[in-house]
């Protein structure tokens, strides 16, 4: 079976976490060693043999606009906007209408090389939603956890520390199906209220969807605060 599969950046968040930065540029232009977060997770894609990359912009667009014109990156790059921020899953909302198997690269953190394996665990199960996953760093922390058991992911539950709870690496795979669930859950947020990836995740796993994870091999650098920022400067980076 030949699964058509595009990439998508979501990069239309403010990171608001990284004080004073974000106020002068949006988070994916945040520079680590001369290399912008939104270029790290465009070279990713590439690796991956991932040849349309769309990305979602919405806080400062013209500058992620004026950056992604000012460079050849080698691939086809269409660009999407966000018009009100209403969380995650609501910018990549944008992309419905959209046939193909879709690769969220979100550009949160610098990775490794390789997850290659995700997609061949996706081409082989052929599940609605998948996801890599890590042990989280504080067991005991509030984040939204995934209940995992031989690659099903069969529940999120925030703030559980059991030891079948996991955290969530921001790269996963998802179907057209997704956007079922996304205009479902928009028709009853409450003013304010954004609609996260996870509250999606959580209906199609109450819905009896395939949802899977599989374990990250790799290395990952968080960037979150400014501090992020700083200690990420001293880091052999991969």
């Not at 043999?49 to 000012?70: A, H, M, R």
């Not at 099903?152 to 795979?173: A, H, Q, T």
């Not at 819905?207 to 605060?225: H, N």
Request: proline share 4%.
């Amino acid at each position: 079976i030949i699964i058509s599969m595009i990439g998508v950046i979501p990069a239309a968040g403010r990171g608001k976490r990284l004080g004073r930065i974000s106020e002068e540029i949006p988070k994916p232009l945040v520079e680590i060693r001369g290399k912008t977060l939104l270029e790290r997770c465009i070279e990713s894609l590439k690796k991956h043999d991932i040849n349309e990359i769309v990305i979602i912009v919405g806080y400062k667009k013209e500058k992620i606009i004026d950056f992604l014109n000012s460079k050849n990156f080698g691939t086809k790059i269409k660009i999407l906007e966000q018009k009100e921020q209403k969380g995650l899953a609501h910018a990549l909302l944008q992309l419905d209408g959209i046939k193909d198997s879709m690769l969220v690269r979100l550009p949160d953190n610098i990775i490794d090389g390789d997850y290659s394996y995700l997609i061949k665990k996706f081409k082989k199960e052929n599940p609605d939603f998948i996801q890599l996953f890590r042990n989280r760093d504080n067991p005991n922390d509030n984040t939204p956890t995934l209940i995992i058991k031989k690659d099903n992911i069969l529940d999120i539950i925030k703030g559980y520390n059991g030891e079948d709870g996991f955290r969530g690496v921001p790269i996963y795979i998802i179907k057209p199906i997704f956007f079922k669930y996304c205009k479902e859950l928009m028709q009853n947020l409450k003013e304010g209220e954004e609609l996260k990836e996870t509250m999606v995740m959580k209906k199609m796993i109450d819905d009896g969807r395939k949802m899977m994870a599989v374990r990250f091999l790799g290395r990952l650098i968080d960037i979150t605060t400014d501090k992020d920022i700083e200690n990420a400067k001293w880091y052999q980076i991969f």
